[in-house]
């Protein structure tokens, strides 16, 4: 089988150039595993940090290493001990992608209904993401939260869910890219010297954003830390600004303001039979042509530099993603 490998620490300054396709044996699954071949594999920024060794333990590279971190596609074997059908469509996370086949533990995917759409299911982690995110904003409807990087997938996943629940979503983007509005957001602001003003005038009347769902920090994050309500928080789940944000203790202590980090709920530990109802609820949400994932572009496996490349370039423009079969 082919497969995206690398043999040592890779970085966006060497252009991740220690990334190469290989033919490789393909797997034999053991007890309590499934063999899946790939059908679609998303790229998503943690494979940037995945391949640079910026994750902890237990998700850092052991070299030679198959990149790519999530995915989707169907069970063709079964380990001893496994009650999954061949030919069930599942998700998987933090296994290797990037390649045609890969060996999961079967507790650890997501099985999907066998209709799913393929780009929605080879990211559902970014559903999952988004689902948390505006649970954890602890947001009512009628109030207003903020998202930084608005253009992106997580963001705009955010956006939709905070229409259904009847949540006011401010997006903020570097420039439109997309109908954000279509989507359920209340307004669309541009970075720019009118940002800060144009918002505090939605804002006016208001008593503030209850929530900021930040992916950017610098100096976007502090202002509109400053511009929370009463007991209003911000969830940070990313950093694309390099700066650091400012903030004086009382622009926290004055408002009973929470600043939280965000860490994918299944990172460290596999899905729970308990987390079985609220997994399928993110998929009854998100598999109608009304939930709205913003497609980049498909690649073939051989394709994968202009892949990266592009989501290097334009992040902004939708998901890309590797894909390999469709048979269902």
Not at 193 to 217: K, T
Not at 237 to 256: P, S
């Amino acid at each position: 089988m082919q497969a995206v490998m690398f043999d040592s620490v890779t970085t966006l300054a060497d252009g991740y150039g220690a990334l190469e396709l290989r033919e490789v044996k393909r797997p034999v699954p053991g007890p309590g595993e499934v063999l899946v071949q790939l059908a679609r594999a998303s790229i998503n920024p943690g494979d940037f940090l995945f391949v640079s060794e910026l994750y902890p333990e237990p998700r850092k590279p052991a070299y030679p290493q198959i990149a790519g971190t999530h995915g989707a596609g169907y069970v063709v074997e079964c380990g001893d001990g496994v009650a999954i059908a061949p030919g069930t469509l599942v998700y998987f996370g933090y296994y290797p992608a990037w390649t045609e086949y890969s060996l999961v533990r079967a507790a650890d995917v997501v099985v999907l209904p066998s209709d799913y759409p393929l780009e929605k299911a080879a990211q559902f982690l970014n559903q999952i993401t988004a689902w948390d995110l505006l649970d954890r904003a602890n947001v009512q409807p009628g109030q207003f939260i903020a998202l930084t990087g608005g253009n992106s997938t997580v963001a705009t996943m955010v956006t939709q869910f905070a229409r259904q629940r009847g949540v006011r979503s401010i997006s903020i983007v570097r420039k439109p890219q997309q109908d954000l509005r279509a989507l359920g957001a209340d307004a669309v602001l541009e970075h720019g010297d009118a940002l800060l003003p144009n918002l505090d005038a939605l804002l006016r009347g208001s008593d503030g954003l209850h929530a900021v769902i930040d992916c950017v920090g610098g100096s976007l994050l502090s202002a509109l830390v400053q511009r929370l309500a009463l007991g209003g928080r911000a969830i940070i789940y990313g950093g694309y600004d390099t700066a650091k944000f400012e903030l004086h203790n009382f622009d926290v202590l004055m408002r009973d303001v929470t600043i939280q980090a965000y860490i994918y709920r299944f990172f460290f530990e596999a899905p729970a039979a308990s987390d079985r109802p609220l997994l399928q609820q993110i998929i009854d949400a998100t598999a109608g042509d009304d939930f709205v994932v913003p497609l980049g572009s498909l690649h073939a496996l051989a394709d994968f530099r202009t892949a990266l490349d592009a989501t290097l370039a334009t992040p902004e423009r939708g998901k890309r993603f590797l894909t390999f079969s469709d048979a269902r």
